[in-house]
């Protein structure tokens, strides 16, 4: 946490994310931690995951929920529906239109 503040007094474009309250807060560090596994634990079930992402690296932590969401995705076993018309009169309402079109482009 001190390299992350000591960057951002260095940093010009950073420096307005940093404040006094960053030190003080730091003491709490151990409660913070505390509440967050409490809150993981009785919040995340089987059914409704919840995922903790390092976000240190942004490059990772994009991954990370690229992959969540693909894996997530997949696990539905997701189906396109069946189609609500016979498909081979569709295919030959198609033919019939494509007839008309080329013998309009021969004349």
């Known amino acids: 946490q001190l390299k992350r503040f000591k960057a951002r007094l260095d940093d010009p474009a950073n420096q307005w994310k940093i404040s006094a309250s960053d030190y003080s807060e730091r ?5 913070y931690i505390k509440a967050f596994e409490a809150a993981l634990s009785r919040c995340s079930t089987e059914h409704a995951p919840w995922f903790v992402i390092p976000a240190n690296h942004k490059w ?3 991954l990370a929920v690229s992959s969540i969401i693909a894996d997530t995705l ?3 076993n997701l189906k396109l529906p069946k189609p609500s018309v016979d498909i081979d009169d569709i295919r030959k309402l198609y033919q ?3 007839n008309e079109e080329e013998r309009s482009k021969a004349r």
């Open 74 to 76: 997949d696990d539905l």
């Open 96 to 98: 019939q239109a494509k």
């Open 60 to 62: 990772f932590r994009n």
């Open 27 to 31: 003491e709490k560090w151990d409660d």
